[in-house]
């Protein structure tokens, strides 16, 4: 059987079982799941992991997130987990980024949640902010993604990699919108520009020549990432 492992966030993981998700249709839980990450963060040398910053935490798996993504373990883990299939999403690069200086030059991490309801001094850290939704995030997010699939294709290029095209839509299960009231309208143009990110990111990779296969949700089980209603049933596009 094949391994399969997951770089993205929890829209690929719906598909598998893994946690509280028993049911049979699911896959088998993957060899390796890495969320709450960027490919920014993962092409920039580690970070050390700050106390004050991994307190912020409020969930053990979110901590588990947060180090991993100061520290890089992703590459230890990816060499360890003798994967098949390595399947990437990128809803999780709707954070913003945080800076740091190192030694090999400057450090990258995701500014989650936490960071951005914490009323912890990042500059007091030795941390500054960099907007995801700037051409310079955007330059930055095409030369990483370039770097990664070169690593990939140095390290493990037994790995077949595949991008799961994540649309975000604005209807239910039933076809029915979502209410004016609802989170999903309230910020629709923060929802759109998400969405043309998402779009640009994934053609950036398939434009590569990395071999990703593009992979889709089938259109009659597209739902909104929030909502995780149906099976997530991916389907070469």
């Keep these: 059987m094949s391994r399969i492992g997951i770089l993205g966030s929890c829209v690929t993981a719906q598909a598998f079982r893994h946690r509280e998700r028993p049911e049979q249709w699911r896959l088998e839980k993957p060899a390796l799941y890495v969320a709450r990450t960027s ?94 939704f700037t051409p310079v995030a955007a330059k930055l997010w095409r030369h990483s993604a370039k770097l990664f699939v070169d690593r ?32 999903w309208i309230q910020n629709a143009d923060y929802v759109t520009t998400v969405s043309k990110m998402l779009e640009s990111y994934e053609q950036t990779l398939l434009s590569l020549d990395s071999g990703a296969v593009a992979l889709s949700v089938e259109p009659a089980y597209r739902y909104p990432p929030w909502a995780h209603l149906g099976r997530s049933t991916l389907s070469l596009r």
């Design 39 to 132: 490919l920014v963060s993962l092409m920039s040398p580690p970070l050390r992991p700050e106390p004050a910053l991994l307190d912020l935490a409020t969930a053990r798996h979110e901590r588990v997130w947060m180090e991993k993504d100061f520290t890089r373990s992703f590459w230890d883990d990816l060499a360890k987990a003798r994967l098949d299939l390595l399947i990437l999403d990128f809803i999780d690069e709707r954070f913003d980024l945080l800076i740091a200086a190192t030694p090999a030059g400057p450090g990258y991490k995701l500014c989650t949640t936490e960071f951005e309801q914490a009323a912890t001094d990042l500059d007091a850290l030795g941390y500054r902010l960099l907007p995801r």
């Design 152 to 183: 990939m294709r140095r390290d493990h290029p037994t790995v077949a990699m595949a991008l799961h095209v994540s649309p975000l839509l604005n209807v239910f299960e039933d076809g029915s919108p979502p209410a004016p009231t609802d989170w």
